[in-house]
T-cell receptor
Framework: EADIYQTPRYLVIGTGKKITLECSQT?????MYWYQQDPGMELHLIHYSYGVNSTEKGDLSSESTVSRIRTEHFPLTLESARPSHTSQYLC???????????FGPGTRLTVL | DQQVKQNSPSLSVQEGRISILNCDYTNSMFDYFLWYKKYPAEGPTFLISISSIKDKNEDGRFTVFLNKSAKHLSLHIVPSQPGDSAVYFCAAKVKGGSEKLVFGKGTKLTVNP
């Protein structure tokens, strides 16, 4: 059973607010990922990390930023939320040479 | 340009029958394929996977078939159960680099009692 947590699960916020979506995993996985998914659409990779102090942008351009100061923690920050940021954000992790990524429950963000 | 395509947005089957979910891909650099299952308001759950060097992988009621020449894979669920009702995503891993996953749009499976 994968142990990866995301908070909050749901967030409704006004335009212009700064928000941080939390992601933590207790499996000691070195690689972590953030995906964005709109209803009925595929998951798009927006950020990933190979390990501590490593962060890279994914395929989908995103105004969010990430940090990886600790192995288990990979938060995503939006400095100024806009309605176009409304989406579901999914965090995932995997270990070393294994291909399977394990996902958290997601955060559904609504920006008014 | 979508590299992983799931052309059927939905599929409905009777309990006890076979469910077949299909996935096509275009990128020859994919070396590993995965199926995920997703319930509403939850994250995707890993189901089964297959390496590009194989053509079949089986795990209980779930079997994945890979046809590399046709760039096609399928997930068979036998027998289907009402609890299998969910959205199923096909994903493919790019060889090397970030080893990211590229996802299809998903197929919503409904298993009717």
């Amino acid at each position: 059973e994968a142990d990866i947590y995301q908070t909050p699960r749901y967030l409704v916020i006004g335009t212009g607010k700064k928000i941080t979506l939390e992601c933590s995993q207790t499996m000691g996985h070195d690689k972590m990922y953030w995906y964005q998914q709109d209803p009925g659409m595929e998951l798009h990779l927006i950020h990933y990390s190979y390990g501590v102090n490593s962060t890279e942008k994914g395929d989908l351009s995103s105004e969010s930023t990430v940090s990886r100061i600790r192995t288990e923690h990979f938060p995503l920050t939006l400095e100024s939320a806009r309605p176009s940021h409304t989406s579901q954000y999914l965090c995932a992790s995997r270990q070393g040479s294994y291909n399977e990524q394990f996902f958290g429950p997601g955060t559904r963000l609504t920006v008014l | 340009d979508q590299q992983v395509k799931q052309n059927s947005p939905s599929l409905s089957v009777q309990e006890g029958r076979i469910s077949i979910l299909n996935c096509d891909y275009t990128n020859s650099m994919f070396d590993y394929f995965l199926w995920y299952k997703k319930y509403p308001a939850e994250g995707p759950t890993f189901l089964i996977s297959i390496s590009s060097i194989k053509d079949k992988n089986e795990d209980g009621r779930f079997t994945v078939f890979l046809n590399k020449s046709a760039k096609h894979l399928s997930l068979h669920i036998v027998p289907s159960q009402p609890g299998d009702s969910a959205v199923y995503f096909c994903a493919a891993k790019v060889k090397g680099g970030s080893e990211k996953l590229v996802f299809g749009k998903g197929t919503k499976l409904t298993v009717n009692p």
